[in-house]
């Protein structure tokens, strides 16, 4: 059942109770590989359910719009002081509700509509929110977007120079969704420089793993860097931006009063708990785990003939191409899916087929690895992969959802008992 347990709302309605159960047992039986995905520790649940979410507080922890803030201050500036911690930043702001309103408050802090900006293309691996024609910052901003080289499906810095020198942007954002490889940051600042341009890092995906010190940091070498607090970090549903001291004051502002109104108390106070967790030594080992799990299923599923974007993964993320298969991206999850093997279906750069029925899947190693497994079942996985993708028929697939079921009874799930 749920953990903690949910007797007021079984009680008072059962059917959201019901979803809520039936969702747990659902991760609870599934390997879930979505990148972007984890499992966050009862801690951080309790919190995202208390009385927090009561309160209005908008504004800034001392400068309230309202009255009541005794100790919703002090949850804000914990949070904020831990993130500065974590990271070694000069300044963060917590109040994001998540990545892609903390990116519009950058765009709303440092540019004007019609200002030239630049970012990576989504189908190469960026996101949305970098300047991709159908989000508001590719519509409202004049943006150009580089990619990967085709022969090594990684960003090549020459390349991203000479856009830039020729283009000009005012903001330059690096980081993305579905990026396996190690974001050269100094390479991406030398160039920012070049252009006098401020340089965005979106850590997103790997803020966790930035935080333990299994990827290299952006402090340093981006003016403003921006998360989503729930991947790697494995916190609750939000975001954070954090900067030099030029930048506070305009990132605070383009938050709230410009894009927002009042925080999400509880939410961060669940990231000042994930903010606590991610401090302590073994997390450290967490993010080590993740990026190892990452290489060897990565290496498992290559022994299998799979072709992955890059060849490989540096970090938690895995891109598959499945055009030398005989299934696109999206019938593979599906058929995944079915066999207790939760994951997306994702374009690969230069992608001969649409988004909606692309020709890739993006696995993640993040949740596994919360939930306790280790290098030596990869190879199990990337067989069950494989297996499930071939499979002919749903008797198969059922098969490997019940052996799957039965690897991960062995693997508690926090927010499971
Ligand atoms: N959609 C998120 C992801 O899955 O990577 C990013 O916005």
């Given at each position: 059942m749920?953990q903690?347990?949910i007797p007021?709302?079984?009680?008072?309605d059962p059917?959201?109770?019901a979803l809520v159960?039936?969702?747990a047992?659902?991760q609870?039986?599934?390997v879930?590989?979505i990148?972007?995905?984890?499992?966050?520790s009862?801690?951080?649940?309790?919190?995202?359910?208390?009385?927090?979410t009561?309160?209005?507080?908008?504004?800034?922890?001392?400068?309230?719009?309202?009255e009541g803030?005794?100790y919703v201050?002090?949850?804000?500036?914990l949070?904020?002081?831990r993130?500065?911690?974590?990271?070694?930043?000069?300044h963060?702001?917590?109040q994001?509700?998540?990545?892609s309103?903390a990116n519009l408050?950058?765009?709303l802090?440092l540019v004007?509509?019609g200002?030239?900006?630049?970012?990576?293309?989504?189908?190469?691996?960026?996101?949305l929110?970098?300047?991709w024609?159908?989000?508001?910052?590719?519509?409202?901003?004049?943006?150009v977007?580089?990619?990967?080289?085709?022969?090594?499906?990684?960003?090549?810095?020459?390349?991203?120079?000479?856009?830039?020198?020729?283009e000009?942007?005012?903001?330059?954002?690096?980081?993305?969704t579905?990026i396996?490889?190690?974001?050269?940051?100094?390479?991406?600042?030398?160039i920012a420089?070049?252009?006098?341009?401020?340089?965005?890092?979106?850590?997103?995906?790997?803020?966790?793993?930035?935080?333990?010190g299994?990827?290299?940091s952006p402090v340093?070498h981006?003016?403003?860097?921006?998360?989503?607090?729930h991947?790697?970090?494995r916190?609750p549903?939000?975001a954070?931006?954090?900067?030099d001291?030029?930048y506070?004051?305009?990132?605070d502002?383009?938050?709230f009063?410009?894009?927002?109104?009042g925080?999400h108390?509880?939410?961060?106070?669940?990231?000042a708990?994930?903010?606590g967790?991610?401090?302590?030594?073994?997390?450290?080992d967490y993010?080590?785990a993740?990026?190892a799990?990452?290489?060897?299923?990565?290496e498992a599923?290559?022994?299998?003939?799979?072709?992955?974007?890059?060849?490989?993964?540096?970090?938690?993320?895995i891109?598959v191409d499945?055009?030398?298969?005989a299934?696109?991206g999206?019938p593979a999850?599906?058929?995944?899916?079915?066999?207790?093997?939760?994951?997306?279906?994702?374009?690969v750069?230069?992608?001969?087929r649409?988004?909606?029925?692309?020709?890739?899947?993006r696995?993640?190693?993040?949740a596994?690895?919360?939930?306790g497994l280790g290098?030596?079942?990869m190879?199990?996985?990337?067989?069950?992969?494989?297996?499930a993708?071939?499979?002919?028929d749903?008797?198969?697939t059922?098969a490997?959802?019940?052996?799957?079921?039965?690897?991960?009874?062995?693997?508690p799930?926090?927010g499971?008992?």
């Open positions: 749920h903690p347990a007021h709302l079984a009680a008072a059917d959201v109770a159960e039936g969702e047992r659902r609870y039986e599934k879930r590989l990148a972007s995905e984890n499992y966050v009862a801690a951080v649940l309790e919190a995202t359910g208390t009385v927090l009561n309160k209005y507080s908008e504004g800034y922890a001392g400068k309230r719009y309202y803030q005794l201050d002090q949850v804000e500036a949070a904020i002081a993130a500065k911690d974590l990271f070694g930043v000069e963060a702001n917590v994001p509700y998540s990545g309103p408050a950058i765009y802090a004007n509509p200002d030239k900006v630049m970012g990576m293309a989504l189908p190469a691996g960026g996101h929110t970098h300047g024609g159908v989000s508001a910052t590719g519509k409202w901003f004049d943006a977007q580089y990619g990967v080289r085709k022969d090594t499906g990684r960003v090549d810095l020459d390349e991203v120079r000479e856009l830039a020198l020729a000009r942007p005012k903001l330059i954002f690096c980081g993305g579905a396996p490889r190690t974001i050269d940051f100094a390479g991406f600042a030398e420089r070049e252009v006098d341009a401020v340089l965005v890092a979106d850590i997103a995906h790997i803020a966790g793993l930035v935080a333990g299994a990827h290299p340093g981006a003016q403003i860097i921006s998360t989503t607090t991947k790697t970090l916190g549903r939000g954070m931006l954090m900067s001291a030029q506070a004051k305009p990132l502002k383009a938050v009063p410009g894009l927002q109104g925080p108390n509880h939410t961060t106070a669940a990231i708990v994930a903010l967790e991610a401090a302590q030594p073994g997390f450290r993010a080590a993740i990026v799990n990452a290489r060897a299923l990565a599923l290559v022994e299998r003939g799979f072709d992955l974007v890059s060849g490989g993964t540096d970090n938690h993320l891109l499945l055009g030398n298969k299934v696109a999206k999850a599906r058929a995944l899916d079915r066999a207790g093997i939760e994951l997306n279906y994702n374009s750069p230069f992608d001969p649409k988004p909606f029925d692309p020709s890739g899947i696995l993640g190693t993040a596994i690895t919360t939930r290098v030596d079942q190879p199990r996985l990337a067989e069950w992969i494989d297996r993708i071939a499979a002919g749903e008797a198969e059922d490997i959802a019940a052996e799957v079921r039965e690897l991960l009874a062995g693997y799930m926090p499971w008992s």
